[in-house]
């Protein structure tokens, strides 16, 4: 079945660095979302892409899906410890309302 | 507006035994979606309900089951608790097919 497939699993920033957590598939993603979820939270909606080649930005945070539509990114400038979490991005390539999820990849912001 | 609630926010069974997750949705939502996400992976999606009925499901035996009320809100069942039961169930619906889905906080269930 569908998979998605975010690298790397883990990542370990210095505040002030960047962060990019990067979301492939083999086969093409219908529309692809990105979550946030904190620490002993829940999955939080941050963006949707639909278009070939989309870039959206909110604030220090930018989203990209490729032009094939086969992966997406979110790149964060100069992270704050704000932003320690697992990002996860989500396909309904599964079906109709129905999202299939990366395995997400964790970010450690040290101050 | 509450946003999606889920109750209890936590719970520990005994392997064997069966449990009874409950979700309201937010409101003006009418599709609910269940979805398992053991620790250090991404949600797993269960099923689905929309209009009373079990519209989509996911890899997922069946003892896992539900139900969707008149006014939305919905339950998951899991018979027969095994310890790979144990993981955080999440809700979630969406004010029309394919756009935000709104999570609650989650039942952490624990199966010891």
Known sequence: GQQVMQIPQYQHVQEGEDFTTYCNSSTTLSNIQWYKQRPGGHPVFLIQLVKSGEVKKQKRLTFQFGEAKKNSSLHITATQTTDVGTYFCADFSGGYNKLIFGAGTRLAVHP | ?112
């Open chain 2, 1 to 112: 507006d509450a946003g999606v609630t889920q109750s209890p926010t936590h719970l520990i069974k005994t392997r064997g035994q069966q449990v009874t997750l409950r979700c309201s949705p937010k409101s003006g939502h009418d599709t609910v979606s269940w979805y398992q996400q053991a620790l250090g992976q991404g949600p797993q999606f269960i099923f689905q309900y929309y209009e009373e009925e079990e519209r989509q499901r996911g890899n997922f035996p069946d003892r896992f089951s539900g139900h969707q009320f008149p006014n939305y809100s919905s339950e998951l069942n899991v018979n027969a608790l095994l310890l790979g039961d144990s993981a955080l169930y999440l809700c979630a619906s969406s004010l029309a097919p394919n756009t935000e889905a709104f999570f609650g906080q989650g039942t952490r269930l624990t199966v010891v």
